[in-house]
């Protein structure tokens, strides 16, 4: 079998235009395959800087944990005491100041005020009648009544106390 040249010649010419075709995309392949390969070099050293710098934030953060825990425990700490003292300050106020006051206690204290300074002078000059008369009065005042009980109180002491000094300045 023997082929003809003209035939011979258009298969040559029809395999060179193919092999011309394959060599254009096998060209067209590297050069793909060459950017390809540079874009994946820039994300792949994108990649290790970005790693890089994860690790570092990862270290600066527990750096800043660890501080802040430092910090955290001794402001736990603080506010604690801070309100420790302010309870402390809370209560002694509320006790000294705010603290209700019953009838009896009011009484008292206002009948303390308006006669326990001349009741010591007469007391310390040696006037206990006077002291004892003028605390029979005052217990049968009506805004005194309900103090009546610690103003009998008081009279018997003053009583006690001035039987006792008598006695004394008899037997010298």
Request: with cysteine; aromatic share 10%.
């Amino acid at each position: 079998m023997q082929t003809n040249p003209e035939e011979l010649r258009r298969i040559v010419e029809a395999a060179s235009k193919k092999i011309e075709a394959l060599e254009k995309s096998l060209a067209e392949t590297e050069k793909r395959a060459k950017s390809y390969e540079e874009h994946w070099s820039k994300i792949y050293d994108q990649s290790r800087e970005m790693r890089e710098e994860a690790q570092k934030l990862q270290h600066e953060y527990e750096q800043l944990r660890i501080q802040k825990g430092g910090f955290g425990f001794k402001m736990l700490i603080f506010s604690g005491f801070c309100g420790f003292l302010t309870a402390v300050v809370l209560c002694f106020a509320y006790v000294r100041l705010a603290r209700p006051v019953s009838g009896q206690e009011a009484a008292f204290a206002a009948f303390a005020r308006a006669n326990q300074f001349n009741y010591e002078l007469q007391l310390s000059r040696g006037e206990f009648q006077a002291v004892e008369a003028s605390l029979r009065e005052k217990a049968n005042d009506p805004a005194n009544k309900i103090i009546a009980p610690e103003i009998a109180f008081a009279e018997k002491m003053v009583g006690a106390a001035g039987l006792f000094i008598s006695e004394q300045n008899r037997q010298e």
